[in-house]
């Protein structure tokens, strides 16, 4: 039997533009897009702030990070890269997988292809190759890593990381196997800042680019790691997925080349956990529906999967009160308070002004949640919201397919406007032009065009 690593290995190395169906290529490139500019929209954040303090310290060079000039070392640049895109937890989410692939598939890529002065239609495809293994490796678990405490965003962004950083700096199938292996002592992701608010998180996609850019130039020089980074006694599904099924890990290689999971891939609409999304929606329309405000309003339940449960439910007393922007995200009380009062839930709902708005504090006081029987979770991450009016009516919305998933996607030219929107933010209107143009020229530049581009200090 042909191991994992040797499969995608061979996968990545023999992919070319022409086996690629165009609107594969051209949602690739509105991934990167979107992620993108959720990075330039945390561009100046308090933690992105720090971690660039932190890395500078570390060692200046002259790879690109986005918005800071040609200034870490390749490494370091890739994990400011991830940080950034995944940072403010609006970058695009693969369902089977949960996982966040484009922050590490997207970071690796750029600074790979332009430490090897690649094309610019190299950068694209080693993303594509990397967002094909990383979505198939993660859904083998079926939400199941989230459940054992690890982020399958690190844990398994690493591995299709390794894949794309592989091709870009020349290895041969061997060498990319061999990396894998290497990477396999290197991958990792704690959920513990669930618990306290921690930047943790952010680090992950990063740590994972990090990870797979070391782990490929080891490979490259002849380091050996083990041979069955995946299916061995101590390989990742043994160690992190202990109850994983053989029918469960043929997910790993289903339809590869031929089933594209780019196509699966949902995009954000809304600046909050994607296990929050369908609520927030459903208590939009419940208020627009219905006119509600605050002082209607005796009661909420939100009906969400059972599995979400301990990510956006609970702890329930620091769910009702986030103390951070980034609490506030993975908090169903204060997502649905929001959306309840205000009637939408953008960036700036994550403000500390906002976070401590007394009306929204005191609604979502009153929001309880209960475990939905009907949801197809990971699937789709449903949610319904039972409002209980003051004046004994009983109001609901449920949303059994939330917003931008596979099924139900946003268009290019949704993930256009939401780019323009999170990337001004920060850069005025022209500059963003010109990165969106870019960044849609993706593969007709040389690399180092599109990385110069993203890297120009505004």
């Known amino acids: 039997m042909t191991l994992l690593s040797a499969t995608y290995a061979a996968f990545a190395n023999e992919l070319t533009i022409d086996r690629v169906p165009s609107t594969v290529l051209e949602r690739a490139r509105h991934l990167i897009l979107d992620a993108v500019g959720t990075g330039i929209a945390a561009i100046g954040a308090p933690w992105a702030n720090r971690a660039f303090a932190a890395a500078e310290e570390l060692g200046q060079g002259t790879a690109p990070v986005l918005g800071h000039g040609r200034a870490l070392v390749p490494r370091d640049a890739a994990m400011l890269n991830g940080i950034l895109m995944h940072g403010l937890d609006y970058d695009d989410t693969h369902a089977g997988g949960i996982i966040h692939a484009t922050v590490s598939a997207f970071p690796t890529a750029l600074v790979a292809a332009d430490r090897a002065d690649a094309s610019g239609a190299d950068l694209l495809l080693a993303y594509i190759a990397a967002m094909e293994v990383s979505t198939r490796v993660a859904s083998v678990s079926g939400g199941a890593f989230h459940g054992f405490g690890f982020h399958p965003t690190g844990l398994i962004g690493a591995f299709g990381s390794t894949v794309a950083s592989s091709r870009l700096l020349g290895l041969d199938p061997s060498q990319s196997a061999m990396a894998q292996g290497i990477v396999l002592s290197m991958a990792g992701g704690s959920l513990e800042f669930l618990e306290d608010g921690a930047w943790t998180k952010r680090l992950h996609p990063g740590w994972a680019a ?41 997910r790993a290689t289903a339809g590869l080349g031929d089933v594209w999971e780019i196509d699966n891939v949902a995009v954000k609409p809304l600046p909050a956990c994607h296990m929050t999304h369908a609520a927030i929606d459903a208590a939009i329309w419940l208020r627009q529906e219905h006119g509600l405000r605050g002082a209607d309003i005796a009661e909420v339940t939100v009906l969400v999967p059972e599995a979400v449960i301990p990510i956006v439910c609970e702890p329930a007393a620091p769910k009702r009160t986030p103390a951070t922007g980034y609490d506030a995200q993975f908090s169903i009380p204060y997502t649905v308070a929001t959306a309840l009062l205000i009637g939408s839930f953008t960036l700036d ?108 200090r505004p």
Do not use: C, W
């Not at 070391?214 to 980074?229: C, E, N, Q, S």
């Open 210 to 250: 990090s990870s797979a850019i070391t782990a490929a130039t080891l490979a490259r020089h002849g380091y050996v790691g083990p041979t069955a980074a995946y299916e061995g006694r101590f390989g990742l599904y043994a160690l992190y997925l202990r109850d994983a099924a053989p029918e469960h890990i043929a």
């Open 349 to 456: 709902a994550l403000d500390p002004a906002a976070l401590r708005d007394p009306a929204v504090r005191d609604l979502a006081g009153r929001v309880a949640y209960a475990i939905d029987p009907d949801s197809d979770y990971p699937t789709h991450f449903t949610g319904e919201v039972i409002v209980q009016t003051r004046d004994g009516r009983t109001l609901r919305r449920r949303e059994g397919v939330n917003r931008g998933a596979a099924d139900r996607p946003l268009s290019n030219a949704d993930i256009s406007r939401k780019f323009v929107e999170n990337a001004t933010r920060t850069i005025d209107a022209p500059r963003a032009e010109a990165i969106r143009a870019a960044i849609l020229a993706i593969d007709q530049n040389p690399a180092r065009t599109l990385a110069d581009v993203l890297a120009h």
